[in-house]
């Protein structure tokens, strides 16, 4: 008699055997979030940093809203899926309008190919900025999200603690919607 499987509820989710060995073979596609909080003219008063214990080298760093475009899943879905896994059901994303990005980051193995670097893969993320109006409360591996000014975001030391190189992402993020500090 064949046996009767349940479906896999998400089967865009890989298997950790089968990522591993797909992330060493083909870039893996990502998108990433700098949450933002905005004045009544949409200028940019705050910007979310995420802490987190990284999971390759067990450090503290600050990090961005990431993770990966599901196999069937739209950029649009993934955008709001990663918001509300890192910063939970009442952070209340505004999505933008269009899912052009302010940057295509690319993430290499090895480091120094670019400013980006992640040791387990070659990924190309889509990044966004996304105003949030709600609640925002850490969830998963974020342990606190902290609210700076972009002047604050914008410090070298901040950036300096950034995984991965994304201190270089966050201040093109902050050119892009002209709250880079002069």
């Known amino acids: 008699m064949p046996s009767v499987r349940t479906p896999d509820p998400n089967p865009g989710w890989l298997p950790d ?3 591993d060995e797909t992330r060493a073979r083909v870039p893996i596609l ?14 940019v008063e705050r910007v979310g940093i995420l802490l ?58 090895l480091p120094g190919v670019t400013p980006l670097y992640d040791s387990r893969q070659h990924a190309v993320a889509l990044a966004y900025v996304v105003p ?22 914008s410090d070298p030391e901040v950036l300096e603690e950034m995984e991965g190189g994304r201190g270089s992402l966050l201040l093109e993020a902050l050119a892009s919607v002209g709250a880079l500090p002069q």
């Open 132 to 153: 949030v109006n709600g609640e925002c409360d850490p969830r998963q591996d974020a342990l606190e999200l902290t609210w700076l000014t972009p002047a604050e975001a």
């Open 52 to 109: 987190r214990g990284s999971s390759t080298t067990g450090v503290m760093t600050r990090t961005l809203v990431s993770g990966r475009v599901f196999h069937g899943e739209s950029i649009r879905e993934a955008l709001l899926r990663n918001l509300q896994k890192d910063l939970g059901p009442t952070a209340f994303p505004q999505l933008p309008s269009t899912t052009v990005p302010f940057s295509v980051a690319e993430y290499f193995p």
């Open 17 to 19: 055997f089968a990522l």
């Open 30 to 43: 990502y998108v990433e979030a700098i949450p933002v909080r905005v004045d009544a003219l949409g200028q």
